[in-house]
């Protein structure tokens, strides 16, 4: 389920990310449950395929036993969220690298669909459309993961 949901999301969001320069890598998902079964339902079929590597208030976060091939590279790192009403648009959100950040940063002023969010510990462009929400975020989650990778 965990990588059909992965995999989907990648195809539905595959025409949007076209329009962003640059992307080099996939960096993580974030997985949206429809409701709060289907949370308790991802965590079960996640601690199969992937250990545990963070609790946080919005959900938990996961180190994949082995590492998922997509067309943008290998994906190491999912977490599923809580359950969140808001949340109901999207399936997952995946966090890219690009390669020129600045360059988004700057079509990020000109275009309504990109939201700059600042948080205490990092940033991130948000793209958002009825079909995509994709992440950019500054720094990494795997660089904030990187000592348990």
């Known amino acids: 389920m965990i990588e059909e949901i992965i995999n989907k999301n990648l195809k539905r969001i595959e025409h949007d990310l076209e329009e962003i320069e640059g992307i080099q ?12 079964e289907h949370r308790e339902s991802l ?20 180190l994949l036993n082995t590492p998922l091939k997509t067309k943008y590279g290998d994906l190491r790192l999912f977490k599923v969220r809580f359950y969140d009403e808001t949340r109901t648009n999207w399936e997952a959100a995946a966090d890219f690298l690009v390669e020129d950040r600045k360059k988004l940063e700057e079509k990020a002023l000109t275009d309504s669909r990109f939201t700059y969010i600042t948080r205490p510990k990092w940033d991130a462009i948000e793209f958002r459309t009825n079909n ?14 990187s000592d348990v990778m």
């Not at 079929?45 to 946080?56: C, F, G, M, P, R």
């Open 25 to 36: 890598k996939i960096d993580f998902i974030d997985l949206f449950p429809i409701n709060p």
């Open 43 to 62: 965590d079960h079929e996640a601690l199969k395929i992937a250990k545990i590597i963070d609790k946080t208030d919005r959900g938990n976060y996961y």
């Open 132 to 145: 995509t929400l994709i992440y950019f975020l500054k720094p990494l989650i795997s660089e904030l993961y």
